[in-house]
C-alpha cells in the first residue's frame, strides 16, 4: 500500500521514493506556523521580561535570536526533500551509523522533558474546557489525543498544522486585541531603557526556541517531491516558525510586562481571563489545546523516530514497520505522561533547567550537520551506507564525534543557566553566548578537519530499486 493512499504512515526510517512525495511547500508553513504559535512561545517570551528586559527591547531580542535560529533550523528543513529520510537518520552521514547515538539520547531526553511539561499545560486547558478538577484527566485525555494523530503520522500531522494555524490566528489575533484594549499595550511598550545582559538573554531564547527544532525539522519536509527547490522549503519553514513564534514570545513579553501580572504562576487560567471569560474563554482554551497539540505530536512523532534511530544503528534495519513505529511512539508518550502525573511544581521547574541546559548538545550537532552537508560534502549522501556499519560513514567517524565533544566542552564557561554559571558568562556580566559558541567553533573546526578527512559520493547514491527522481532533481534546486 502505498504512503499517499494509506491512513496509517508505512514509511519510518527508510527513504521515502519519488514516486511516494507530496505536498507543497505551503504545509511547511502551515506546520511550523500553528505548531510555534502556542502557549509555551508565549512563557518563552515572558520570560525575556522577567530575565529584566524592558518589553520592548525584550522583543526586538527575540526577533534577532528567532531570525538567527530560524535560519539554522530551516536549513535542516531543505535537506528533506534532497534527501528524503528522517533528519536524525541523515546525520549518521556525519557521526557513523552507531556513532550517531551519541547526541541521540540527548535528542531523546530533551523531547521528553518538552512533551510532559507541555501535556501538564495542556491538560489543564482541557480540564478548564470539561469542567474537571483533577489533573490526572487533561493529562491522559490530551496524552490520548497526541498518540493518535502521531500514530497515523505524517499526513494528519500537517492536517492538525494548518488547523492550528486558523484557529490560533483567531485566537491570538483576539488576545492581542485585548492586551491593547485592557490593559493599554502601547504603554507597555513606552519609556523603553535598555540593558545589554537581558537584551543578550532575549536573543539566546529566542535563538535556543528555533534550534530546539533541528534535529527532527526534516522529519516533516521528506515527502516532499525531489525537485523542489530548496530555497522555498527554506523559506516556507523559516516564515512559518519565526513569524508564529514572534506572536506568540510578543504577547508573552507585553503580558508579563503587565503590573502584578499573575501569568507566570497561572498561564492557562491567566489567558482565559484576559480573554474575557465565558464563552470566549472556552475557545481560548481550545486554541491553547491544538496548538499544543501540535508542538506535542512533533515532539512524540520526532521522539520515537529518534528512538528508531538509535536502535537501528545496532540492529542494522534499514526498515522497520508501521506496528514498530507504533509501538515506540506509544512508549515515548506514555513515559511522558507518566512524568507528568507525578510531577509537582518545583519538579517541572527543575526538569525544565534540566531540558534547557541541554539545549547545549543541539548547538554543536546542528553545526557539524550543516557544514558537512552544505560545505563539505555538498548535498551528496550515500543513502545505503547510512545503514551499515561496514559502509561508505562506518559505525564512528572519529573526526565528527571529537568535534562534537570539543563543541560541548567550549560552551561550559559561557553558560547562564540557573543549574550552572559559567565563569566566563559572570564576567560577560551573566549574559548568555554559550549558543554562539557552539555553533561557530565547532563548525569551523569541522570544516577544516571533514574537508581533510571526508570522501563523499559524486552525487547522491540511492537505494537499491528505488527510482531516481531525487538524483536527477539535484540539478534543477541548483
Do not use: C
Not at 238 to 257: D, H, Q, R
Amino acid at each position: 500500500m502505498a504512503a499517499t493512499t494509506s491512513t496509517v504512515e508505512r514509511r519510518s526510517i527508510e527513504f521515502v521514493p519519488s514516486s511516494e512525495r507530496h505536498g507543497g511547500v505551503t504545509q511547511q508553513f502551515t506546520l511550523w506556523f500553528g505548531a510555534t504559535l502556542q502557549i509555551t512561545a508565549v512563557v518563552d517570551g515572558a520570560l525575556a521580561v522577567v530575565f529584566g528586559a524592558h518589553a520592548l527591547w525584550a522583543i526586538i531580542g527575540l526577533l534577532l535570536g528567532n531570525l538567527f535560529g530560524g535560519a539554522v533550523m530551516a536549513l535542516h528543513s531543505a535537506q528533506g526533500p534532497k534527501l528524503g529520510l528522517p533528519q536524525m537518520i541523515s546525520s549518521r552521514a556525519q557521526f557513523g551509523v552507531i556513532g550517531a547515538a551519541l547526541p541521540l539520547v540527548l535528542v531523546v531526553l530533551m523531547y521528553l522533558g518538552f512533551a510532559s511539561t507541555g501535556t501538564v499545560l495542556s491538560g489543564q486547558a482541557i480540564n478548564r474546557i470539561l469542567h474537571v478538577d483533577a489533573p490526572w484527566v487533561g493529562i491522559v485525555v490530551f496524552g490520548l489525543l497526541t498518540f493518535v494523530v502521531a500514530a497515523v503520522g505524517y499526513r494528519w500531522i500537517h492536517g492538525l498544522g494548518r488547523i492550528a494555524t486558523v484557529l490560533g490566528m483567531l485566537g491570538f489575533a483576539w488576545i492581542t486585541i485585548r492586551i491593547f484594549t485592557v490593559y493599554d499595550g502601547a504603554h507597555l511598550l513606552a519609556d523603553a531603557t535598555f540593558g545589554a545582559v537581558p537584551f543578550l538573554l532575549a536573543i539566546a531564547l529566542g535563538a535556543g526556541w528555533q534550534l530546539t527544532f533541528g534535529p527532527y525539522v526534516a522529519d516533516y519536509s521528506r515527502y516532499l517531491p525531489a525537485d523542489t527547490p530548496a530555497r522555498r522549503t527554506f523559506t516556507a519553514t523559516f516564515a512559518g516558525s519565526v513569524l508564529g513564534s514572534m506572536w506568540a514570545m510578543t504577547i508573552g513579553a507585553l503580558l508579563a510586562s503587565i503590573p502584578h501580572s499573575s501569568f507566570l504562576d497561572n498561564q492557562v487560567g491567566f489567558v482565559g481571563e484576559l480573554a474575557g471569560g465565558g464563552l470566549i474563554a472556552l475557545v481560548i482554551y481550545l486554541v491553547i489545546v491544538s496548538g499544543k497539540l501540535t508542538i506535542n505530536t512533533l515532539n512524540a512523532y520526532g521522539g520515537a523516530m529518534t528512538m528508531l534511530t538509535t536502535v537501528t544503528g545496532f540492529s542494522r534495519r534499514s526498515v522497520v514497520r508501521p506496528a514498530l513505529r507504533l509501538v515506540f511512539v506509544f512508549t515515548f508518550l506514555a513515559l511522558s505522561v507518566v512524568i507528568a502525573l507525578a510531577a509537582s511544581a518545583d519538579f517541572l521547574d527543575n526538569f525544565k533547567n534540566f531540558v534547557l541546559l541541554l539545549l547545549m548538545v543541539f548547538t554543536p550537532w546542528s553545526a557539524i550537520n550543516l557544514v558537512d552537508f552544505y560545505l563539505v560534502s555538498r548535498e551528496r549522501v550515500d543513502i545505503p551506507a547510512l545503514y551499515d556499519p561496514k559502509g561508505r560513514y562506518g559505525a564512528f567517524d572519529v573526526p565528527a564525534l571529537v568535534t562534537y565533544v570539543i563543541g560541548i566542552l567550549v560552551q561550559i564557561p559561557f553558560l547562564a543557566q540557573s543549574m550552572y554559571t559559567g565563569p566566563l558568562t559572570k564576567m560577560l556580566g551573566g549574559a548568555d553566548v554559550s549558543w554562539i559558541v557552539g555553533l561557530v567553533v565547532p563548525g569551523a573546526i569541522f570544516l577544516v578537519w571533514g574537508r581533510a578527512t571526508r570522501r563523499p559520493p559524486e552525487r547522491t547514491i540511492l537505494p537499491e530499486g528505488a527510482d531516481d527522481g531525487a538524483a536527477d532533481a539535484e540539478e534543477v534546486r541548483r
